[in-house]
């Protein structure tokens, strides 16, 4: 079987239509028979194949917002050349927009400022690449599908349901694809969970637990202090965050979605809970710098961690990293925790039902040491729990645990490729979508991707009104 029919016989990817579930009383899939004697599920190919795309002639792109996600595209581009090209870049920080066009020998015309510039010349690329922050995503968008480019269109699609649906529209009037980069999707650890339950490994899925820790630290520099601090600007926590989590659920339960409930709330990072005599800023004495887990100047200077955002150009000096805390725009991270203009909460739950009747329990946890997902799939003949880079399935009628754990990373071509080899997976998939004009490459369509939106502003809803959404 050709890997496009295996993942197309797995659902990972869609099949034209949305995935549909079995009608009530179809018959099961049969149970995957492993081998008893393997304690391995490594060597079945589950989701491993090249990075390098299959493609009968190069692509050409425009990267729109060169900061982090636009570097992890155009890095893409560096890996296969013969397959993918940079052909103009916008941003509106010159620094950004210079760095990535020297070093795709970008001409001096294709390099834009403000995103709308890209648009006032005639289209001279197949393709752009949308990674600019939430609330410039679906203007650019929509101009681009206009104008006839295919998208890589950075989560979460856009800041309402309404503005979501257009783009599914205008996508389909001007017969565009946009891939949304739901790029968990595309990871080898998810692709082969969702092989296992799609091939019946755990009997019937009946409930699915998903917990997604995101990191005191990296909550507070990115949902407390940073870009996602304010839910109007940008988008809901549960979109802005979770999105990813809300398609995987969709995904490995592949029924839609009937009802969600929804709690949660900013305990923490109030100004009333901040400790007696903090300042304003880390940076300003605070008596509290050096017990404080959240202090801005441990966090950068001395663990430096998410330094990404202080354009260093590769000087991770700390005393160079504590110059940039000091100064505008960068100073804005130096913020104590509990003197932001935050408004996301920092623990978030969803309970789920699914027209199957399946369940799920969606959990967001600020307060965690570590990121990634955590998972366990309950079904009627087995059981998996996975971390996000290994899981172990149990068979009931064995009991034998069989493990998962592919080392994504150590894979030559694999390496660099964030979010568990996703982030390169699907930008591969992407660009054989846009060679071959063929939406049905694609693991995450527009329609698919917009129907786990959909979902998570039904959540902030109930989240905020304390009603049950039917869908
Ligand atoms: N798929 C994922 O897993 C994932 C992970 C992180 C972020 N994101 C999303 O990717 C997007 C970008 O996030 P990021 O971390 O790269 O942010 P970033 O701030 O590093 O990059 C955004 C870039 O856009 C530029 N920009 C701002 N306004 C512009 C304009 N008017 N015209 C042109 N450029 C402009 C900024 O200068 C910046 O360089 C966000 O929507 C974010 O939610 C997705």
């Known amino acids: 079987m050709i890997r496009r029919d295996f993942l197309k016989s797995i659902g990972a990817i869609s099949a034209g239509a949305a995935i549909g579930m079995p009608a009530a009383g179809a018959i099961l899939p049969s149970p995957l028979v492993l081998p008893d004697d393997a304690d391995s599920l490594n060597d079945l190919d589950m989701g491993m194949r090249s990075l390098r795309p299959r493609v009968d ?14 570097n992890t595209y155009a890095r893409f581009a560096q890996k296969f050349p013969d397959e993918v090209k940079i052909v103009g870049v916008s941003d509106i920080l010159e620094h950004r927009r210079t760095r990535m066009s020297d070093a795709h020998g970008v001409p001096e015309e294709h390099r834009f400022g403000d995103w709308s510039e890209v648009f006032k010349v005639p289209k001279f690329a197949d393709a752009v690449v949308i990674s600019t922050p939430d609330d ?17 269109l950075e989560k979460p699609v856009a800041q309402t349901e309404k503005e979501c649906k257009a783009i599914r529209e205008q996508a389909k009037k001007y017969d565009r694809i946009v891939a949304v980069c739901h790029v968990l999707r595309y990871a080898p650890y998810f692709i082969a969970l969702k092989h296992l339950v799609k091939t019946g490994a755990v009997g019937e899925l009946v409930s699915i637990q998903h917990m997604e820790p995101i990191q005191f630290a990296h909550m507070a520099h990115s949902y407390v202090r940073g870009n996602w601090r304010d839910s109007k600007q940008t988008t809901p926590i549960i979109l802005a965050k979770s999105c990813h989590d809300l398609d995987i659920i969709r995904w490995l339960i592949d029924s839609p979605c009937k009802s969600i409930v929804a709690d949660g709330s900013l305990h923490l990072f109030r100004p009333e809970n901040a400790p007696e ?13 050096q017990n404080c887990p959240y202090s801005a100047i441990d966090i950068y200077t001395r663990k430096k961690w998410h330094i990404g955002v202080f354009d260093l150009n590769g000087n991770r000096d700390p005393d160079f990293i504590m110059q940039r805390l000091l100064t505008p725009p960068y100073d804005s991270y130096a913020r104590c925790v509990y003197h932001c203009d935050n408004d996301q909460p920092d623990h978030y739950v969803a309970e789920m039902v699914f027209e199957g009747g399946q369940t799920a329990a969606f959990s967001m946890e600020a307060f965690a040491p570590q990121g990634g997902r955590r998972t366990r799939i309950m079904g009627t003949a087995g059981y998996i729990e996975g971390d996000g880079a290994k899981f172990t399935l149990w068979d009931f009628r064995t009991l034998k645990p069989k493990v998962w754990n592919r080392k994504v990373n150590e894979i030559p071509e694999y390496k660099g490729s964030g979010h568990g080899g996703g982030d390169h997976a699907l930008v591969r998939d992407w660009i054989e979508a846009v060679a071959a004009h063929d939406n049905n490459l694609l693991s995450s369509n527009i329609d698919v991707s917009i129907e786990s939106h959909v979902m998570g502003f039904a959540a902030e809803r109930s989240r905020k009104t304390g009603r049950k959404e039917k869908m």
């Not at 002639?57 to 636009?70: D, E, F, K, M, P």
């Not at 410039?136 to 890589?152: I, Q, R, T």
């Not at 005599?277 to 710098?289: I, M, N, V």
């Open 277 to 289: 005599g903090a300042p304003l800023k880390c940076t300003d004495g605070c008596p509290h710098e």
């Open 136 to 152: 410039l995503h679906f203007a650019p968008c929509m101009k681009a599908l206009a104008m006839g480019y295919d998208v890589l």
């Open 57 to 70: 002639r190069q692509i050409s792109v425009v990267i729109i917002g060169a900061g982090n996600r636009g």
